[in-house]
C-alpha cells in the first residue's frame, strides 16, 4: 500500500485520502478496545478478519437494497469505501438482553426481547456515548429533519432482519449490534463504518457460547478464534 495521507485514526481502524475525493481507503486495525478504551489490547489478524467479515455482510446487505459505503476489498486488511460524513450516532439493535441493557434496566442477561430494540447513542467519546432520543439529538443539532431518524430506525430493523435471518441459518444467535451511518457527497445516507464481531455479539445457537468482542471485555480467551469460527460460519453455503 502507498503511504498516504492519513484522514483519520479510530480504535479500531484507519482512513486514508485516495487520488478520488469521494472515495476513502478503510485499514482494519489489530487493537482491541472496550469500555470506551480503558482496556486495550490487541491480536494479529484480527483486523484481516473483520475486514472480510465486513466485506461479506455488506455485500449482502448490498443484495437486499441497503445502500452502504462499501466499494470493494482491496486486500487482507482494507477496503475502499465512499467517502461520508459520519452522522454522530450510534444505532444500537437488540434482539436480546445483554450488556449495558441489563445494567441499565435490570432485565435478566439473555432475555428474549419482545421486539427488536432500537436505540440511539451519542457518539461522543468525552461523554461515554450516552443513550438520546430524537429530542436530544434535534437539541444537539445532529439533525432537524426527524424524518432523518425514522429513516435511520428503518433501516436498522430492516438490517436486523436480513442478518438475523443470515446467522441464524449458520447457527449463530445476533443479540444486538451497533450501526454507524454517513452521509455522501449527494446527501444520500448510507450504512458506514463496519459490522464485525467487534460491533456485534454472537452467541452460538446449540451452547450460547459467545464469539464476538465479549471473549476480550471477559477475558473468555482467544478472540481471533472466535472471530475465525464467524467468519467460516458467514462463508459456509
Ligand atoms: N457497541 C459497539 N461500540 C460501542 C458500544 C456498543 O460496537 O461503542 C456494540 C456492542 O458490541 C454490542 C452492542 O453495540 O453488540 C450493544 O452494546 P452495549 O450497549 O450493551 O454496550 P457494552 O455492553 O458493550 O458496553
Request: glycine share 6%; aromatic share 8%; with cysteine.
Amino acid at each position: 500500500m502507498d503511504t498516504q495521507q492519513m484522514l483519520y485514526e479510530g480504535k479500531g481502524k484507519k482512513l486514508f485520502v485516495t487520488h478520488n475525493p469521494d472515495e476513502v481507503l478503510v485499514e482494519f486495525k489489530d487493537d482491541l478496545t472496550a469500555f470506551n478504551a480503558e482496556k486495550k489490547g490487541s491480536e494479529q489478524g484480527k483486523g484481516a478478519l473483520n475486514c472480510e467479515i465486513s466485506t461479506a455482510i455488506f455485500e449482502l446487505l448490498a443484495q437486499e437494497g441497503i445502500q452502504t459505503h462499501f466499494l470493494k476489498k482491496l486486500d487482507s486488511n482494507h477496503m475502499l469505501c465512499k467517502k461520508v460524513e459520519i452522522i454522530p450516532i450510534e444505532v444500537v439493535v437488540r434482539n436480546v438482553a445483554t450488556g449495558s441493557l441489563t445494567k441499565r434496566l435490570g432485565i435478566e442477561d439473555g432475555k428474549v426481547l419482545p421486539f427488536a430494540l432500537v436505540e440511539f447513542y451519542y457518539k461522543d467519546d468525552a461523554l461515554g456515548d450516552p443513550i438520546i432520543n430524537d429530542e436530544h439529538c434535534r437539541i444537539l443539532g445532529i439533525t432537524q429533519d426527524m424524518s432523518e431518524l425514522d429513516f435511520l430506525r428503518a433501516q436498522a430493523r430492516k438490517i436486523n432482519d436480513v442478518l438475523s435471518a443470515f446467522f441464524i441459518e449458520r447457527k449463530l444467535r445476533l443479540i444486538d449490534f451497533k450501526l454507524e451511518f454517513g452521509k455522501d457527497s449527494k446527501g444520500n445516507i448510507l450504512l458506514a463504518d463496519e459490522i464485525s464481531p467487534d460491533s456485534c455479539r454472537f452467541w452460538d445457537k446449540d451452547t450460547n457460547d459467545k464469539l464476538d468482542k465479549d471473549r476480550f471485555r471477559q477475558n473468555l480467551g482467544s478472540v481471533k478464534v472466535a472471530y475465525e469460527e464467524v467468519l467460516k460460519r458467514i462463508l459456509q453455503k
